[in-house]
Nanobody
Framework: QVQLVESGGGVEQPGGSLRLSCAAS????????MSWYRQAPGKQRELVAA???????TYPDSVKGRFTISRDNAKKTVYLQLNNLKPEDTAVYYC?????????WGQGTQVTVSS
């Protein structure tokens, strides 16, 4: 059974930083594409970062230069460093693992950016 457990969310002021973690089990982590998505109230879920098995990463323009995704295959954990946070970054952040055409989701962690 695949499990993805996110942690690290919370409340931060604009300009602040947070680090999200997603611990995976039950999946071949090193071969998986690991991604972070977010969903704000009333909006569709959107991709914010992805990292491939070889380590290459990709980001949408909205977070490029502020968010950094990384992975530790030995710990089966993917991270998302969020810097220079903005109120519009407020959302539930979800971890996603993709392998062989199958995709799995974590339960999400809330990030709130407010002064």
């Amino acid at each position: 059974q695949v499990q993805l457990v996110e942690s690290g969310g919370g409340v931060e002021q604009p300009g602040g930083s947070l680090r999200l973690s997603c611990a995976a089990s039950g999946i071949s982590f090193s071969g998986s594409v690991m991604s972070w998505y977010r969903q704000a109230p009333g909006k569709q879920r959107e991709l914010v970062a992805a990292i491939f098995s070889g380590g290459k990463s990709t980001y949408p323009d909205s977070v490029k230069g502020r968010f950094t995704i990384s992975r530790d295959n030995a710990k089966k954990t993917v991270y998302l460093q969020l810097n220079n946070l903005k109120p519009e970054d407020t959302a539930v952040y979800y971890c996603n693992a993709g392998l062989g055409g199958n995709y799995y989701w974590g339960q999400g962690t809330q990030v709130t950016v407010s002064s």
